[in-house]
């Protein structure tokens, strides 16, 4: 069978931690993630730790699962703001929350999410039930001193309000920022950290890159939001842990400083963002 993956790049001079990925879902073909092979490809270029997020019930039982597993892995549970409309027309969603707090009490746990707003693939009949889903997480987030992990697309003025209502939790992440440099600011004014994904390499995201420009560099993170948003030059390939060393060179270049510095802040902000370190794996 031909290998899907593009190759590897150079290895980073220091470790980071890719803080939002998906090893549970198929790539293209249908083929399912072999994770050991994941996790020994990423910690071949320094991505030594990886944060596993839960996207519904299922998924989020199999990254608390994973994460008990595996020493460099952690998980975050969530039901995807896509999910609750289709659980709330089923009658389901508030017996699904109940379950993902429960789900968070667990000591593999680091963060609920990711959960937010999304208002491209959800139209306005479904909003109720994204609303009452987020604000149901961001008081999981509170109960339980978890990182609140959130989803904005093309939501931003109602996710700032709604955080506004309900009070932002401690540590919250901002998954593969998305907006502008005034929403950016925003964010950072309420104390989030932002995490940029491989989008921000693609040629038509000046604005993101803008974004990036304006962070300090205690509030930047990295994710692949794997096995999406592949980094340039593989866009159209499956996405993967061992990829960021592509996004974090490109990030290192409009931030302004030294790859190794940027991969050390990473790190740092990484532990800060999502409640301590965690052992890399062995």
Not at 115 to 134: I, K
């Amino acid at each position: 069978m031909t290998d899907p993956w593009p190759e590897a790049p150079e290895p980073l001079p220091s470790p980071v931690v890719d803080n939002h990925c998906h090893l549970d879902h198929r790539i293209k073909g249908g083929l399912l993630i072999d994770v050991d092979d994941a996790l020994d490809r990423a910690a071949a270029v320094n991505v030594t730790r990886i944060v596993q997020v839960g996207c519904d019930l299922e998924g989020s039982h199999w990254a608390v699962r994973t994460a008990r597993e595996q020493p460099s892995v952690v998980a975050t549970v969530a039901l995807h703001p896509n999910e609750a409309p289709r659980l709330a027309a089923e009658g389901t969603l508030e017996q699904a929350l109940e379950e993902i707090d429960t789900l968070a009490a667990d000591e593999a746990v680091r963060g609920v999410g990711e959960t937010g707003l999304d208002y491209f693939r959800t139209g306005p009949d479904g909003r109720e039930a994204q609303h009452l889903s987020f604000r149901e997480h961001i008081r999981m987030a509170h109960r339980h001193d978890r990182t609140l992990v959130i989803h904005d697309r093309e939501a931003h003025d109602d996710v700032l309000r709604v955080l506004d209502e309900e009070g932002m939790p401690p540590r919250t992440v901002m998954h593969c920022f998305s907006g502008d440099e005034q929403f950016a600011r925003e964010c950072l004014d309420r104390g989030a950290y932002l995490s940029f994904a491989g989008t921000v390499t693609f040629k038509n995201a000046e604005t993101l890159r803008n974004a990036l420009r304006v962070t300090p560099r205690d509030r930047i993170l990295v994710e692949t939001d794997a096995p999406f948003l592949t980094p340039t030059p593989h866009r159209g390939r499956p996405n993967a842990s061992f990829l960021v060393p592509l996004t974090v060179r490109f990030m290192a270049g409009i931030a302004g400083i030294s790859v190794d510095e940027l991969c050390r802040d990473i790190v740092a902000n990484t532990d800060r963002a999502f409640g301590g370190p965690w052992p890399d794996r062995i």
